[in-house]
């Protein structure tokens, strides 16, 4: 029954079957288990021998491997005196505005009010300045009530109306990719990036007011009830996606949604998070859709390779491996995991979900082994970058 129910949210095993056959499923990887699995084995082969000799020759960039395991020189994360002189400059330069003035100056350059449209008749709000302050009670967690009492010709009743039909999930989600397209277009942007790369990260705001009582409370930020927003931005500086999750849920299980199912025109290729953001299952996903994938890994020395061959083909790396890939699991579920891939890449179902689906039940699904073995400790070759893993 639980297999029954989970194939309920893939693609029609028809619709898939013929995608397969007509070589049209949106992956980013050869469909051909075989030729598939001899490629990232040979690959991987490459790169263990690779880290063997730097290990050997004690050349390993900044990590030494001993008997005893990994150790990393840690990244020295100071920002340099001149580097902030230069910050401080630059800030003294921009000039001092109200908020108000600026959201007003962004609209009049890219018009992202107009996509908060009427919820029956698809009309723009006729009056501007209510609808930005309506934006901004939301924006700074000011609520309704003292937006009004601070804002000289509003009134609570024309901003509870506004909010209910204009303000919607989706009309941010296209107000946010306007103004990310915008930012994207601008010549100064590529200053910081070309906007393919991104990261995303967690941030906690504690719930207020009427808002406890829909609050969550989690030991790791305290005893206090709050939400959790889980926000992607671009190497640009442009946050291209924003969703609030529930603090209990790990990063890793909204990395992809954001990646996947943004509005805007970049085209993300690589992506960072922190350990937070990472599971084996996120790692195999990122690389069958077509990202690479660079997460932050706390304790990384007590991270484990799973090889082909066994430990006794790299004696070198033995405090690294943790024991032998199962090949023949991986091709008994090839057609599940395309059909898994291919149904989070059309948006049959959201990755999110099929996260939560996969880590709910580990050892007693297929699937879930195979894509790949369970476990946050775990690497092997269905997912790239192993070397770099090390």
């Given at each position: ?47 263990l021998a690779t880290v063997t000799r730097l290990a050997k020759d004690n050349e ?239 304790d990384l020395g007590e991270t484990k390779l799973y090889v082909p061959q066994g ?80």
């Amino acid at each position: 029954m639980q297999q029954c129910h989970f194939d309920d949210y893939l693609l029609p095993a028809e619709k898939f079957a013929a995608l397969k056959r007509e070589q049209a499923l949106p992956l980013a990887i050869n469909p051909n288990s075989d030729q598939y699995l001899e490629e990232r084995l040979q690959l991987l082969d490459e790169q263990l021998a690779t880290v063997t000799r730097l290990a050997k020759d004690n050349e390993l960039p900044d990590a030494i491997l001993t008997e005893s395991g990994l150790k990393i020189t840690p990244l020295d994360a100071a920002v340099p005196d001149r580097a902030q002189a230069l910050i401080d400059q630059t800030s003294q330069l921009l000039p001092r505005i109200k908020i108000t003035e600026l959201l007003m100056d962004v609209d009049d350059w890219t018009g992202f009010s107009r996509h908060f449209t009427h919820l029956k008749d698809g009309a723009e709000a006729k009056d501007r300045t209510l609808l930005l302050s309506a934006i901004l009670g939301d924006a700074i967690n000011l609520g309704l009530t003292k937006m009004a009492e601070s804002s000289p010709g509003l009134t609570y009743a024309k901003l509870s109306w506004l909010q209910a039909w204009h303000i919607r999930d989706e009309t941010y989600s296209a107000a946010l990719a306007e103004l990310v397209n915008h930012q994207y277009r601008h010549a100064f942007a590529a200053h910081w990036g070309d906007g393919t790369t991104s990261s995303s990260d967690g941030q906690r705001f504690r719930a207020g007011g009427r808002g406890e009582s829909t609050g969550h409370v989690n030991p790791k930020y305290g005893s206090e009830p709050g939400r959790l927003f889980y926000t992607h931005i671009s190497d640009q500086y442009a946050p291209f996606s924003t969703r609030v999750v529930n603090v209990g849920v790990r990063d890793s299980t909204y990395v992809l949604d954001g990646l996947l199912y943004h509005e805007s025109d970049l085209r993300i290729e690589e992506h960072y998070t922190d350990t937070a953001g990472f599971t084996d299952h996120v790692f195999a996903l990122m690389h069958l859709l077509g990202f690479r994938f660079a997460p932050r890994i706390r304790d990384l020395g007590e991270t484990k390779l799973y090889v082909p061959q066994g430990v006794q083909a790299y004696p070198t790396l033995r405090p690294l491996i943790g024991g032998t890939l199962n090949i023949k699991h991986v091709r008994a579920h090839w057609d599940d995991i395309l059909r898994l891939a291919s149904s989070i890449k059309q948006g049959t179902v959201t990755a999110s979900l099929m996260l939560r689906k996969l880590g709910s039940y580990p050892r007693q699904n297929g699937l879930a082994v195979a894509l790949p073995r369970a476990g946050p400790d775990r690497a092997h070759a269905v997912h790239p970058g192993l070397a770099a893993k090390c």
